[in-house]
């Protein structure tokens, strides 16, 4: 059963789809990308996934896309609205649960970036959107963002289209890699996606 509730941020009111099941194994909070919401299919896909394996999930909406502006906020802005979500989440429908978070691109970049901050058990990145394009204004290539997956320190999964524009990040200890057919839209191979999230998702929380 789902149900939409707002939640309280410090940059405004954000949305929780929740996608809650009895008796749960533990809670996965997904984000959205920059320019996108939680229609995105592969969104809907770990969720139809985590759902099966008994896991409760909650789909966010930042500030941003309730207030309904296309542009993303700044990092800090996402970041700050992102931990409020999941205060509030491990206070109500997650509370007691081991909580994974992660999202698809940008989101995924934010689960990263407060991964310690929401005590996240996993973060499961859905397109992690690697290497910025250069910059048409001055033909500058901005630095890579895999420090901000080097940054944390629980496991991650990260599901990356072979053509992705963004690239691919490279695996490493606690850090699987599944590279699939497609590209960073992550349309095609929706039954290895589903097999990489629900077998990351088994073994992390037995």
């Keep these: 059963m789902s149900t939409t509730r707002e939640i309280q941020t ?3 009111p954000a949305r929780a789809h929740l996608h809650l099941v009895d008796a749960p194994r533990g809670g996965l909070v997904l984000g959205h990308g920059a320019g ?7 969104l809907q896909l770990a969720t139809a996934v985590a759902n099966e394996l ?37 206070a109500h429908e997650l509370a007691g649960l081991p909580v994974v978070t992660g999202g698809r691109s940008s ?14 058990a996993g973060v499961l990145c859905l397109a992690f959107p690697l290497q910025p394009a250069r910059r048409r204004s001055t033909g ?16 991650v999964l990260v599901v990356q289209g072979a053509n992705d524009a963004f ?12 590279v699939v057919e ?24 037995a």
């Design 10 to 12: 410090p940059h405004g």
């Design 36 to 42: 996108g919401g939680v229609g995105a299919g592969d």
């Design 54 to 90: 008994g896991w409760s999930v909650v789909l966010t909406e930042q500030p941003y896309r309730v207030a309904g502006r296309r542009s993303p906020a700044p990092a800090p802005h996402l970041d700050a609205a992102w931990t409020a979500m999941l205060a509030d989440l491990r």
């Design 107 to 120: 989101g995924a970049r934010v689960a990263c970036r407060t991964a310690a901050a929401t005590g996240a």
């Design 140 to 155: 500058v290539l901005p630095p890579s963002r895999l420090p901000e997956l080097e940054a944390v320190a629980v496991p």
């Design 167 to 178: 690239g691919v990040p490279p695996a490493a200890p606690d850090r699987e890699v599944v």
């Design 182 to 205: 497609g590209d960073h839209a992550l349309r095609k191979d929706r039954a290895r996606i589903a097999e990489a999230i629900g077998a990351w998702l088994a073994a992390l929380v």
